[in-house]
């Protein structure tokens, strides 16, 4: 009732002032309206921008627009240090947010007449502060070969974004295809290897160019080392133990050089009968047969060279072919690309000279024109008649003719395996203290003041050639197509036109005021030796050499090879000896004195002294020496053959 009386009073009030006012204009009117008449008008909020989702911003902006100005209640989870609200847009920046999700944060504007919006739910956001991490990154073969794909897999702890293989992947000899995913974690791709290649040292590598879908910048990772080997292997050589393809011993044996380490089991041949199985093959009637062998081959130079052992005797004045078939494979699995076959093959000698190699004959010359001879693989010696009373000092084989040259004006020769001896006139080079060596139906003999000779007609003529040195010549030898002459001064000539025109070598070390003294091939190696235990070594024909470590520093006077073995000889009567195709040397003490030269056949090695005729031989590649009892003359002998 006080209440409505109140009322009352105040209308009654405000008529008498409306009677008394000389103004009736609007504007007085229309705050007499609202005065009468009160603001019941809440403010309409509504979301302009919602917080990006996920972020990894802890502060993020938010806007939101209001139909009146107002004060801003904060209501969740969320809070700003803007309170007060505009007409039209208004952004605002949350306070600093934890990682989590955000789903309960609220916002009310109350205008100045206390009138309060309805909530605005603040739409659901994620803050993602967390970096992605790499769980794997893998590759699916890390041995690959010609042929092979590896599946890559790279798996994310979330999903990621802005991730691209092809931009973020380095990639080591191989290609990547473009890596997919269903989800953004789990991301595949084919891993396709260089052909041609070679490296055992390989990664992929993720850089940290991507982010997570919040922002994230995520950590490089690198998958682990794989190996990728698509060269197949090669045919280096195909040689016989004496490396004279023309003239083989039918008691030889052939050995298959690669150009790489090869698996053995792959590397097989026929051991049961005369068919042609296996991956190395023998034949002399084009494989309609193959030769029986008597093992399987025989692995060395760390599984580079396999050497075939016939059963029995070859054939003799026959030519043989060897066939390597596309089933060898090297380590890595990679097969031959294409069958191997040698185009001419080689022929062994006529019987009667074959005959006299399987006894074992041996020829060895020295000073006042010495030559003993063995036919018992060096068991016992016997004088033979040289012709000349020179001394010689280099002795060679082939063709069936020995020939031996020396101080003389003449050369030795024998065609009846050093039964009896001719004198041959030569060019008139000064050949002391040389050597002389047969290759390719070619002699070539080599000694002072750079003295080469040549004859290719076993031996009857002999015509001189220019070797492009005034220095001394004292050790030649054949193998690969090509001639190799060592001498004073650690100079080297090369020929590889049958001793026609010679070129010098490239040498490693400086051997100026050193000779070397002898010079020797196998196994694809050239090894050339002399003053000081200085040993050199070629792998590429004689192009380049390179310094061998040697543990004894006496003169080397010669070195010989075979059964995958170097052998060499000393002033002091050591033995060096290397079973690693020439990489090292280790020495041995025979207990002879001045040993001269060294030569191999018939599983035996034998070296001469420049001492009372002393003779040694070796049945055991080289590690154990037995002085021969009686070898025929007390002389200086200066070198050795094996007739083969």
Sequence with gaps: MKKVL???????????????????????????????????????????????????DTTPDYTFSSSEAGTITYGGSCSSSTTSATTSNNTITLVSLSEGTYSNCTIIVTDSAGNASSTLSVSTFVVDTTAPS?????????????????????????????????????????????????????????????????????????????????????????????????????????STTADNQSSVSITDNITVTFSEAMEPSYVTTSTSDT???????????????????????????????????????????????TRVTTGVKDTAGNALSSQYETSSGFTTTTSSSSS?????????????????????????????TSGTGSGLFGVAFGNNTIVAVGASDDISRSTDNGLSWDNVTHA?????????????????????????????DNGTNWASV????????????????????????????????????????????????????????????????????????????????????????????DIGFGNNTFVGVTHNGYIVRSTDNGSSFTRLNPGVNHLTDVSFGNNTFVGVSSINGVIIRSTDNGSNWASVN????TGSLRGVVFLE
């Design 630 to 633: 009686n070898s025929g003359t």
């Design 134 to 238: 790499v769980s794997s990154f893998t590759l699916s073969d890390t041995a690959l070969i010609t042929g092979d794909n590896a599946t890559v897999t790279l798996v994310f702890s979330e999903a990621v974004a802005s991730f691209s293989s092809s931009a973020d992947i380095t990639v080591a000899n191989g290609t990547l295809a473009v890596m997919t995913s269903t989800d953004n974690i789990t991301w595949a791709g084919t891993f396709t290897p260089t052909a041609n290649t070679e490296d055992d040292n390989n990664t992929l590598s993720l850089a940290t160019s991507y982010t997570d879908t919040a922002g994230n910048t995520g950590p490089a990772a690198t998958t682990l080392n794989y190996v990728v080997d698509t060269t197949a292997p090669t045919v280096s050589s195909i």
């Design 428 to 456: 008139g080079s000064d050949l002391s203290q040389g050597d002389v060596t047969f290759g390719n139906n070619t002699f070539v003999a080599v000694g002072w003041a750079g003295s080469i000779e040549r004859s290719t």
């Design 275 to 321: 068919f042609c199985a296996g991956t190395l093959r023998l034949s002399s009637d084009n494989f309609s047969t193959c030769v029986k062998m008597s093992s399987e081959p025989v692995s060395s130079n760390s599984n580079r060279t396999f050497t075939l052992d016939p059963y029995d005797n070859l054939t003799s004045s026959t030519t043989y072919k």
């Design 6 to 56: 109140f009322i009352f009073l105040i209308f009654c009030f405000s008529l008498n002032i409306i009677s008394c006012s000389s103004s009736s204009d609007e504007d007085d009117e229309e705050d007499i309206d609202e005065i009468l008449t009160p603001d019941t008008t809440a403010p309409v909020i509504a979301e302009v921008t919602a917080v990006t989702t996920p972020t990894n």
């Design 466 to 557: 220019t070797s492009g040195t005034d220095k001394n010549l004292f050790g030649v030898t054949f193998g690969n197509n090509t001639f190799v002459a060592v001498g004073q001064d650690g100079n080297i000539l090369r020929s590889t036109d049958n001793g026609s025109s010679w070129d010098n070598a490239t040498i490693s070390i400086d051997l100026t005021g050193n000779r070397l003294r002898g010079v020797t091939f196998g196994n694809n190696t050239f090894v050339g030796a002399g003053d000081y235990g200085k040993i050199v070594r070629s792998t590429d024909n004689g192009t380049n050499w390179d310094n061998v470590t040697n543990t004894d520093s006496r003169v080397i006077w």
């Design 356 to 384: 006299s190699s399987s006894s074992g004959v041996i020829v060895a010359v020295g000073d006042a024109g010495i030559m003993v001879r063995s036919t018992d693989n060096g068991s016992s010696w016997d004088n033979a």
